[in-house]
């Protein structure tokens, strides 16, 4: 069983275009996150969520908007993209603020 | 402001060679500290971690990581490398109050293994 899941694993898409990944845990964690892996593989988180509540929102433009309809899920909609948006976007959760962050598989985001 | 540099960008080991792969913090206390996978095109796998205690860790993989506070540094190292062991390695922190889990990633290390 996939502790985090995110769809979709490939997404290649247009400029100006909006899209949504949308990220799921099975875990009972009530914490989840958003990062974004660039071209040099450096990884920078961009959002926190804590039971619903969002807890970080790190300096994203807000052409970025997370979403959590539920502890378990977490979205992100991707307004307008931008060839600068192409990059793997992981999700990651965790029991608590303090707690170990597990990630999912990441999702290949290519805009052309 | 928080930061961790893993000063190698790539190494190249050949296979049964042991292996030490390098992290230093910046950061006023001690924070939580992390060691990361990433095999080509997967997601992060979670090797080892550190968050008080026995300064010397055990993980995954056979890997090890040791903590040193006078140092700022938590390497990870392998006694014998296997050619699966071939990734990308990430060293990362967390603060350990602040009520903030947000992981700070170093820029990784790229592990070539030679048969």
């Known amino acids: 069983d996939t502790a985090v899941s995110q769809t979709p694993k490939y997404l290649v898409t247009q400029m100006g275009n909006d899209k949504s990944i949308k990220c799921e845990q099975n875990?009972?964690?009530?914490?989840m996150y958003w990062y974004k892996q660039d071209s040099k593989k450096f990884l920078k988180i961009m959002f926190s969520?804590?039971?619903?509540?969002?807890?970080i929102n790190e300096t994203v433009p807000n052409r970025f908007s997370p979403k959590s309809p539920d502890k378990a899920h977490l979205n992100l909609h991707i307004n307008s993209l931008e060839l600068g948006d192409s990059a793997v976007y992981f999700c990651a959760s965790s029991q608590g603020l303090q707690e170990t962050q597990y990630f999912g598989p990441g999702t290949r985001l290519l805009v052309l | 402001a928080q930061s961790v540099t893993q000063p190698d960008i790539h190494i190249t080991v050949s296979e049964g060679a042991s292996l030490e792969l390098r992290c230093n913090y910046s950061?006023?206390?001690?924070?939580?500290l992390f060691w990361y996978v990433q095999s080509p095109g997967q997601g992060l796998q979670l090797l080892l971690k550190y968050f008080s205690g026995d300064t010397l860790v055990q993980g995954i993989k056979g890997f090890e990581a040791e903590f040193k506070r006078s140092q700022s540094s938590f390497n990870l190292r392998k006694p014998s490398v296997h050619w699966s062991d071939a990734a990308e390695y990430f060293c990362?922190?967390?603060?350990?109050?602040?009520?903030?889990?947000?992981?700070?990633f170093g820029a990784g290390t790229r592990l070539a293994v030679h048969p």
């Open positions: 969520y804590n039971n619903k509540e969002l807890i």
């Open positions: 950061y006023g206390a001690t924070p939580y």
């Open positions: 875990l009972g964690h009530d914490t």
């Open positions: 990362a922190v967390t603060p350990v109050s602040g009520g903030y889990n947000k992981l700070i």
